[in-house]
């Protein structure tokens, strides 16, 4: 894993959403991969208005509190403009000008490396002089050339 520091403008996604938690995840009543498989029903990366459909974002947002709290995540696309909100019948993610973290995964299967990487960030985050924010953090895949055998993505996460 390594790890770089940029600058990102607002971002404004589309997409469809659940609202849960670290823990529920880590049990029987996850809901992340029943929302990945109603993202890919959608269809969403073709509707109008979406900003470089081959960008898939999953999005991280409304932290209840820290890592530890609730969270919503957004799994789908950016949006070309602010004119293109009314265009969707999904939810709608803003998410402020910020400096991020970007940690990215060594190659191997997709949720192997996402889970992975996710502890490590945690973990990072413990020991670090870093502060998150808890504003927007985000995966990003590139559906360009996407094998979920072999995934490399990087997890962006907002920091002061």
């Given at each position: 894993?390594?790890?770089?520091?940029?600058?990102?403008?607002?971002?404004?996604?589309?997409?469809?959403?659940?609202?849960?938690?670290?823990?529920?995840?880590?049990?029987?009543?996850?809901?992340?991969?029943?929302?990945?498989?109603?993202?890919?029903?959608?269809?969403?990366?073709?509707?109008?208005?979406?900003?470089?459909?081959h960008?898939?974002?999953?999005?991280?947002?409304?932290?209840?509190?820290?890592?530890n709290?609730?969270?919503?995540?957004?799994?789908?696309?950016?949006?070309?403009?602010?004119?293109?909100?009314?265009n969707?019948?999904?939810?709608?993610?803003?998410?402020p000008?910020?400096?991020?973290?970007?940690?990215?995964?060594?190659?191997g299967?997709?949720?192997?490396?996402?889970?992975?990487?996710?502890?490590?960030i945690?973990?990072?985050?413990?020991?670090?002089?870093?502060?998150?924010?808890?504003?927007?953090?985000f995966?990003?895949?590139?559906?360009?050339?996407f094998?979920?055998?072999?995934?490399?993505?990087?997890?962006?996460?907002?920091?002061?």
């Open positions: 894993m390594s790890t770089i520091t940029i600058h990102k403008p607002k971002l404004i996604l589309t997409g469809v959403a659940v609202r849960t938690t670290n823990e529920a995840e880590a049990g029987p009543d996850g809901q992340l991969a029943k929302l990945w498989e109603t993202y890919f029903q959608s269809n969403l990366g073709s509707a109008a208005g979406i900003k470089n459909p960008y898939i974002y999953a999005l991280y947002t409304d932290y209840e509190s820290d890592a709290g609730a969270y919503t995540v957004v799994i789908g696309h950016e949006l070309s403009s602010d004119t293109a909100l009314g969707t019948n999904h939810v709608v993610a803003v998410v000008e910020s400096k991020y973290m970007v940690f990215t995964t060594r190659k299967p997709v949720y192997e490396v996402v889970a992975e990487t996710w502890h490590e945690w973990a990072y985050f413990k020991e670090s002089k870093e502060v998150r924010t808890y504003t927007g953090d995966e990003l895949y590139d559906a360009r050339d094998d979920p055998a072999n995934t490399e993505l990087q997890i962006y996460i907002a920091i002061q």
